[in-house]
């Protein structure tokens, strides 16, 4: 499939996918929302594909936020099936899949740019890199999950006033608020990334897609977790892979998922 704004590159079971607008500074316009989620839906299903890392093209920035000067004319009914679709088409796509997503927070990462990391399974970033949500700056809230999924990581306390200020975080501040898993020098930042999705991928696909789901659902409204998580505990028990596994550790070997 061919990407107007993404720049695709699958190598040793990690696909890489890059927003690739770095003069916009990556700003997400409904086009490359809907790349990004085509892209994703494909890697779910490419067998090559075992773990998802998503970055920014250039050396400026992840992703800006959503694309300003295309919402900026929208009326509330506009913008509510933007907010919407975005949320559905993507940040839960995202947040779902099956197949492990990282974050690699290259620069900026702004608005629905730091929505768009946080929906990633981890977050790793660039000692360079700027995060907020900046969007009261507008004169709007966040609409791709922020109010949402910034809480979970960092506590309501500090996830309010970085909301209600607006203000951008450096690197370290994020690491020590727990809004990302690492941060590490700009130099190193991809073979980092590739590294940990080297660790993951040495792992069972079958029980990670049931790790995302379980922990997943301690987030939904109604869920009972814990049966939901002997649920899919016990269905990892049907797979080749708890045979492998579970072999593997008895004859004192590696195991080889396929
Ligand atoms: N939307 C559209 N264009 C953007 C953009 C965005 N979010 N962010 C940057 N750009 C564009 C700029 O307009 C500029 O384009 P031109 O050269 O055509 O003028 C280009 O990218 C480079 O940007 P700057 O000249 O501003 O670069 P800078 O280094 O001076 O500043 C910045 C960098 C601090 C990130 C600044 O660009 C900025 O504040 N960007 C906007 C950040 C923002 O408010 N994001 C939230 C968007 S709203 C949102 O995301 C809603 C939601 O939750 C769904």
Known sequence: MEFENLLINTKNNITTISINRPKNLNALNIKTLEEIANAINLSVENDKTKCIIIT??????FIAGADIKEFMDYSSNNAYTFS?????LLF?????????????????????????????????ASDDSRMGLPEVSLGIIPGYGGTKRLPLLVGKGRAMEMIITGRMINAEEAKSFGLINYMVKKETLIDFCNELANKIILNSPNAI????????SNYKEGFD??????????????SDDF?????AFIEKRKPRFK
Not at 102 to 108: K, L, P, S, T, V
Request: aromatic share 8%; with cysteine; glycine share 12%.
């Open 209 to 216: 897609k049931y790790a995302i789901k379980s922990l997943n």
């Open 56 to 61: 920014g093209a250039g050396d400026k920035a």
């Open 243 to 247: 045979k492998e596994g579970t072999s």
């Open 92 to 124: 839960e796509v995202i947040e779902n899949s099956p197949k492990p997503i990282i974050a690699m927070i290259n620069g900026y990462a702004l608005g629905g740019g730091l929505e768009l990391a946080m929906a990633c399974h981890i977050r790793v």
């Open 84 to 88: 919407e679709t975005g949320n559905k």
């Open 225 to 238: 977790n814990f049966s939901d998580e002997i649920l899919n505990f016990s269905k990892c028990f049907d």
